[in-house]
């Protein structure tokens, strides 16, 4: 008897030892996709011009909101991910030649993603998250100065790494924890802020030739990503002094773009980046309803990004 309950918990502890992989794999070449296929891939493409890429907006909003609703008899989040994972493969064999058609399609994907990559992750994952995190900024750093027309195998690479990932969690269940709650649409406000001014001065360094820091502190950048994680990963302070600490970084960030200093711009601005991203996924984990989760995704992850963008295309902030 006593053997038996050994192999079952040895099984049970292999078996989350797996599932705890998948999730980093999953989120984090979600992510990698996200950076290197949709926000810099097709923007160079386009020349981020904003009617152009208006199908790809709207799609992705449509997509966010249709992954909150009931789909039938698919209930589990796991099969919602491989339905989005297996159109956004078929898509990325496209890339980068859409039409408007396949471009919203690719938005569909994309913004069925956003909300339940995120709704799969729950608080007390933290680590997972860490080192999903770590991959996506680092593949996406050490590939940022490839060529934005040469990227479909990336695209199709990454999709087939976070679908394989989904199939090995396709009977993985979301547990709530007793901390999860559902906050009012105030309490998002500052992460909606935080989004779009970091999409604000992403699209405006990476149209700066003096400070095309991807380019030539590529490994600063990722270095500083990582400790960017670590910081918030082992840094427990309370929300208020976490925002109050971002607005610092963040801040800092445009003093010294203002000031054209791209050594240290490369150390503050991925620090930044990755800090403040934690601080947003840790929220947003703690959201108990997917259909709440995916209507605020709509403002924090399109509609913020998308007025960044807008404001550097305009130069007001720059």
Not at 17 to 36: D, N, T
Not at 127 to 139: G, M
Not at 181 to 195: A, G, N, T
Not at 215 to 244: D, P
Request: net charge neutral.
């Amino acid at each position: 008897m006593l053997h038996s309950l050994e192999q079952t918990k040895v099984k049970s502890i292999d078996k989350t030892l797996v599932q705890s992989i998948a999730l980093v794999v999953l989120l984090g070449f979600e992510l990698s996709y996200y950076l290197l296929i949709v926000q810099t891939g097709l923007a160079q493409h386009y020349h981020s011009d904003l009617i152009s890429l208006f199908p790809l907006f709207m799609g992705g909003v449509a997509g966010t909101i249709l992954s909150g609703q009931h789909w039938g008899k698919v209930v589990n989040p796991m099969h919602k991910i491989m339905i989005a994972l297996s159109l956004q493969l078929g898509l990325s064999f496209m890339y980068p030649n859409f039409n408007p058609f396949s471009l919203g399609l690719l938005g569909l994907s994309v913004g069925m993603m956003a909300p339940l990559s995120i709704y799969i992750f729950k608080e007390h994952q933290r680590t997972e998250l860490f080192f999903a995190l770590a991959i996506a900024y680092s593949v996406g750093t050490y590939l940022f100065t490839s060529y934005a027309e040469e990227r479909e195998s990336m695209g199709v690479l990454f999709t087939l790494l976070a679908l394989g990932s989904a199939f090995i969690l396709r009977s993985y269940t979301v547990k709530q924890e007793h901390e999860a709650k559902s906050r009012s649409f105030l309490m998002y406000l500052p992460l909606m802020l935080w989004i779009l001014l970091d999409s604000n001065l992403f699209e405006t360094l990476s149209r700066h030739e003096g400070l095309d820091i991807w380019s030539h502190q590529t490994y600063t950048i990722i270095v500083f990503h990582l400790l960017g994680l670590a910081g918030a990963y082992f840094l427990r302070i309370s929300e208020l002094k976490q925002h109050f600490l971002i607005a610092l970084l963040l801040g800092g960030s445009y003093l010294l773009s203002y000031l054209e200093l791209p050594i240290a711009l490369a150390m503050v601005y991925p620090f930044a980046i990755s800090y403040y991203n934690v601080i947003v996924f840790s929220i947003l984990t703690q959201e108990m309803s997917l259909n709440k989760l995916s209507c605020m995704m709509v403002f924090i992850g399109w509609i913020a990004s998308g007025i960044g963008l807008a404001l550097a295309l305009s130069g007001l902030l720059h």
